[in-house]
């Protein structure tokens, strides 16, 4: 069995798509529970939030669980294969555990360095042992997340990523725009990194607008930091009225395209707009940069920023304990899958001492002591010629290829384990989009 990712998120589907895509805890447990009924998904969870919907499965054949899995969440969306094939993506094995690490670090976030997503991790925890499913494949890879999420927020300062990020913006529009205090912000989005932007700006002493395609979530923002907000159907006025806009939506095209702030850099000849595009995929159309009066900057730009910072040297603390972490489990796993072996050695050394014991007791008669000692004796010989090479294959599988030392002792030996070696090809791609995974081993 292998760990197999199957999911869509701000990176790779449109706005409408994730929406639909976004589901209640009622969905989620439909889900898992039609892919457990299918034959190759032996375990599962759903890690869902606004900005990405994922399906975690231990799979027992790579080209039954692709198709499997992407199944259940076309259904869940409501489209078709061919519609999302190139949206969703897929990731498998050591893939997989290094993708979730990530995910739990916040370094695939929207926000980077967010940590509102452990408590999404803690909740598909619970749900698996709900489920019955603790002790399992998933339920330690789960901890483990939450382990490495944690590392990752306490032995750096990757909370401080975000605040930097919003830092440097305002930086940049002090030098455009002069003092900020008593200026007008705009900002396009509600989610957490423009939470983030809005609280900032408030206090640096900014009036804050906060626009967004849902009125309530609009609303909850401006109202908790002192603000208005507003809807996106007359953001034109908005940016015109506006010395700094700020654009984290996470949809998919541009929000503020070259003809929109062009139209509303002409009610405001002789005052220059900041705008700061904090979104991936971008908000706001680079042609912006040409316009006159239009000063733009985006996460591209404000990286440039960052590199020599302490902000770039935790984000390669973390993506150095992910490494470490995923080649942790992953040679936990090879050990693990060495058991099977070990424990077949074993059993025919003992089935070979018992015909062994049982061919003496046919030719020499033995009394019970005797026999007893004959025994004892014949059991520790041969616990003491397994000792060692049962101890060092297991230290031998944890390197990577380490695999091969196990399947050496059952040729040697002749044992025999139960597995499907089709199950689960060896070269089968480790990322990608679920149509190329697909096309792979069709």
Do not use: W
């Not at 470490?324 to 992953?330: P, Q, S």
């Not at 796993?333 to 018992?354: G, I, S």
Request: glycine fraction near 8%; hydrophobic fraction near 50%; proline fraction near 3%.
């Amino acid at each position: 069995m292998a760990l197999m990712v199957v999911g869509l998120s701000h990176r790779t589907a449109s706005l409408e798509v994730l929406e639909r895509a976004a589901a209640g805890a009622g969905s989620a447990e439909q889900i898992v529970e039609s892919l457990l009924a299918s034959p190759h998904v032996e375990e599962a969870f759903v890690l869902s939030t606004c900005n990405r919907v994922e399906l975690y499965c231990d799979v027992t054949r790579f080209h039954g669980g692709v198709a499997d899995v992407g199944d259940a969440l076309c259904r869940r969306i409501g489209l078709g294969f061919e519609e999302l094939g190139e949206q969703l993506y897929v990731h498998y094995e050591d893939a997989g555990v290094e993708h979730l690490f990530r995910v739990a670090c916040g370094l695939d976030s929207m926000a980077v360095g967010e940590s509102q997503i452990l408590g999404q991790l803690r909740l598909a925890l619970r749900d698996l042992h709900q489920r019955g499913l603790a002790g399992g494949t998933l339920d330690r890879l789960l901890q483990n997340a939450l382990r490495v999420g944690k590392r990752a927020h306490s032995e750096t300062g990757l909370d401080a990523a975000g605040a930097s990020l919003v830092d440097a913006t305002t930086t940049r529009a002090a030098g455009v725009l002069g003092d900020l205090p008593g200026k007008r912000a705009l900002v396009v989005g509600a989610g957490a990194m423009s939470a983030l932007v809005a609280t900032t700006l408030a206090r640096a002493g900014l009036d804050v607008v906060v626009a967004n395609r849902t009125p309530d979530r609009a609303q909850r923002l401006a109202a908790a930091i002192g603000g208005v907000a507003v809807g996106l159907d007359d953001l034109r006025a908005q940016v015109a009225a506006a010395d700094l806009v700020v654009s984290c939506t996470g949809a998919v095209g541009h929000v503020l395209d070259v003809a929109t702030v062009a139209s509303a850099l002409l009610d405001r000849p002789e005052r220059p707009i900041f705008l700061a595009d904090l979104a991936l995929p971008r908000d706001v159309d680079p042609e912006v940069a040409t316009l006159r009066g239009a000063h733009l900057v985006d996460l591209e730009g404000l990286g440039a920023d960052l590199a020599s910072s302490a902000v770039a040297e935790d984000l390669r603390s973390v993506r150095a304990i992910v490494a470490e972490e995923v080649a942790a489990h992953a040679a936990h796993l090879r050990a693990a899958d060495v058991a099977p072996t070990v424990v077949a050695l074993r059993a025919q050394a003992r089935h070979v001492v018992e015909v062994e014991m049982r061919r003496l007791g046919s030719r020499v008669e033995l009394d019970a002591t005797t026999r007893a000692e004959v025994d004892r004796a014949v059991h520790r010989i041969v616990e003491k010629l397994l000792h060692t090479p049962t101890v060092r294959v297991k230290e031998l599988a944890e390197a990577p290829g380490g695999v091969g030392y196990a399947a050496a002792l059952r040729t040697l030996f002749d044992l025999e384990v139960a597995q499907d070696p089709s199950a689960l090809p060896g070269d089968a791609p480790l990322s990608g989009t679920v149509a190329d995974a697909v096309s792979h081993v069709s």
